[in-house]
């Protein structure tokens, strides 16, 4: 592993131990302190990766930033976890719309990041066989969790937008967990249960599109039937819908099914598990 | 640990039968009676994974507590992952019947005390595990963003502070 993607992966663990509370203090003492530590390592570590227009440098600035948004999430920090998923977001998919306020979106753009989302993803596509492809991964998942959540939007957007990052984290994730790269060895290891993370999210997410759209439906549906004369337009919107709920239900349940499966290929022993091993050694060398 | 990630996977596949019986339910046309064999077969998914997360019987306890062992508390570090499919289940037993009342608030009052967020404006801290474990994929209304179950984290990420001591 590298230094930013073992100080990922120490901040993540102290995060959870974080967010369990004060009855796990006995297997992590000053959780806080320890996370902010490897926050900061991995913030330090993947400034000294490059410039700004090095892809590779980018690529471990995101994965910094994604322990960054998971921590605040961890701590409840809202606006710290909005801070880091917005940069994710604009580096991997361009400006989000409220920057494209102003008249010169793209070039306002480029002065904060010169690399163009393009370069950035292949970077992100090419990191899988590197140490750090699980932490990349991981951000990217991170980022679309927060989206999924981010209620400052309409609902519609948000899903296509987290669908959107939720495909681009499983892509990232199952390249990083498939990579047979000796160098890449202990990401894929991670990398298996972020994927499973992804599954799950997207998962949660096509439920919850699954609902919103059954509620919608019965509304037009029942507006239509205080009318004396039901419009094809109508007919043909609930079919429509209909057909999109029945969708969203599926890929509920093929996702659950998958994020299962990865779970269960994971195994369960607790005790024997090599990636806890790996985390806890990674832990202790790197406090 | 991983093993309890299965828990979370499972409760997820209960949810989506759940949330299909919910739809089947209330979409006009279909008779209005629902899937009650969805119910059953989210129930038993359930069931699994509160086998997995170590609290097949409502805990009395949070793993803190002195009487934690009596209690058959979940982990510590799965306190949070525990109480929304704790509130889940209770809401999945309420949607099965009268008989189940009494269960169905044991496992609520379960997760309230494994949740316990203070700093949700003015709701208290069922209110906020019902108000959170609704998100999670299916039922009800208004609960669409609340919480999104996250693995890495083993807890549900919510737009609201969720840091605080277990038992207050």
Known sequence: ?287 | MFFCLQGLAVAVSGDVYTAKAVIAARTPGAGGVGDGAGIMFAEGLYRNALKMIGTPRPPSATADDDDAAAGGAARADLRLAASVIHARYAAILKASGPQRVAEAEDWAAAAAKEWRAPGYGDMDDACAVAWAARGIGSVGEGGEKAAVHDMTLMMPVTLHNTRFPPRG
């Open chain 1, 1 to 287: 592993m590298d230094r930013v993607a073992s100080h990922v992966a120490a901040a993540l663990n102290a995060a959870r131990a974080l967010a369990a509370g004060p009855s796990t203090s006995s297997s992590l003492p000053d959780a806080e302190r320890v996370m902010d530590v490897h926050l900061d390592a991995a913030d330090t570590a993947a400034s000294e990766a490059g410039p700004e227009t090095d892809p590779h440098a980018v690529v471990m600035r995101i994965a910094a930033l994604g322990a960054r948004g998971a921590a605040a999430m961890a701590a409840g920090d809202a606006a710290a976890a909005d801070a880091a998923t917005r940069e994710i977001f604009e580096r991997t998919l361009g400006p989000s719309d409220e920057s494209n306020d102003d008249t010169s979106p793209g070039l306002e753009f480029s002065r904060t990041y010169p690399l163009s989302p393009e370069a950035v993803n292949a970077a992100v596509v090419a990191a899988s066989d590197k140490p750090h492809g699980a932490a990349v991964a991981h951000a990217i998942k991170q980022c679309a969790q927060w989206s999924a959540l981010n209620d400052e939007s309409d609902l519609y957007v948000d899903i296509v937008q987290a669908d959107a990052l939720y495909a681009f984290a499983e892509s990232a994730a199952d390249a990083a967990r498939e990579s047979e790269h000796v160098s890449a060895a202990a990401s894929a290891m991670y990398a298996d249960a972020t994927y499973a993370d992804v599954k799950l999210g997207r998962a949660q997410l096509a439920l919850r599109t699954a609902v919103r759209l059954a509620g919608d439906m019965r509304e037009i549906q029942s507006g239509e039937d205080s009318e004396s004369e039901s419009s094809e337009f109508v007919v043909e919107a609930v079919e429509e819908m209909g057909k999109r709920v029945r969708e969203a239900l599926a890929t509920a349940e093929s996702s659950a099914a998958a994020a299962l499966t990865a779970c269960e290929a994971l195994g369960g022993e607790t005790q024997k598990d090599p990636r806890v091993v790996s985390l806890l050694f990674t832990l202790a060398r790197s406090i």
